[in-house]
């Protein structure tokens, strides 16, 4: 497999929260789609130098390294090129952004991203940037009791609810699921459960057991838009990816109380997967909003929690 080109990418955000997009010309490679303006990191430079010189060169814009968030790393290998994107979060920038080499750009609502034609390996950076960086995770309570939960686990900061539910059967999960998502319409629910079952039942945000994403080939049947799951070792991130998934979770992390008897993995072995995947990854396990900024820093999509939001 050919070298890794290392490619420094911003998601540049302005004060409405619209995004930079800029279309690569016909002649480049992966021509006439829209990208996240940047390029190759040269020999020898740090790749905040670089993304700070790709803006300059490419939009006139400056930037201050510092003020930048690692979002996300993908690698990628197209049938002539391998890359790895390294993506930054950039929200605040000097100067008035124009296509320095005459290239269109677009400012975009994150809601129409999708509309926009990418580069394959742009797939995860456009999830990553549509997915929350905070998902409370239910714990077990009573039918009745999981929109109130739900209320408080938003007031703690919590962006996205994975419906969790094994002690009530598929059906109440699915009746239970139906009645939440119409109570919050604008929240992303997960329902933690089956793909045929949520194909059935028309959920639009499922999330996969290891043991249900293991006996996957791929997402192909699957009806909704967002695919997640849960990852415990690098044979299931390399599935999660296979199959196409959106997101995983990676557990655990640190020590949890609602698996005591499992070794947890750490920080370094989390920022080392994280590294390793293409795939926007949660952090889960003994983990609460006190370290989304460590996590976010090691490049993953956020936390995922139980407890910190009860
Ligand atoms: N900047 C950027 N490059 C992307 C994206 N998605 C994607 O697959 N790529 C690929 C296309 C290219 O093979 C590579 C980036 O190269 P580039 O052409 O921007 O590099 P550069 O700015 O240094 O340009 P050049 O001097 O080599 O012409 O990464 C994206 O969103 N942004
Ligand atoms: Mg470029």
Known sequence: MSKLIHVAAAAIFNDSGELLL???????HQGGLWEFPGGKVEP??????ALARE??????????????VPLIQVPFHYPDKSVLLDVFRVNRFMGQPYGREGQPLNWVKLADLSGYPFPAAN????????LPTALAITPRLLSVQYCEYIDKALQKGAQAVMLRAKHLTETEQLNLYQQLAEAFPELLLIWNGSMDAANRAEVTALHLSSERLMQLNSRKTYRGRWLGASCHTEEQIRRAEQIGADY?????VQKTASHPEVTPMGWAEYSRLVRLSSLPVYALGGVSLADLEQTLQAGGQGIAAIRCFC
């Open 123 to 130: 797939t995860p950076i456009v999830n990553a940037l549509q």
């Open 248 to 252: 995983i979770t990676l557990s655990p």
């Open 55 to 68: 803006l300059q060169e490419e939009l006139g814009i400056e930037i201050d390294q510092s003020a930048t």
């Open 22 to 28: 800029a279309l690569r010309d016909k002649a480049q």
């Open 44 to 49: 020898g430079e740090e790749v905040r130098s």
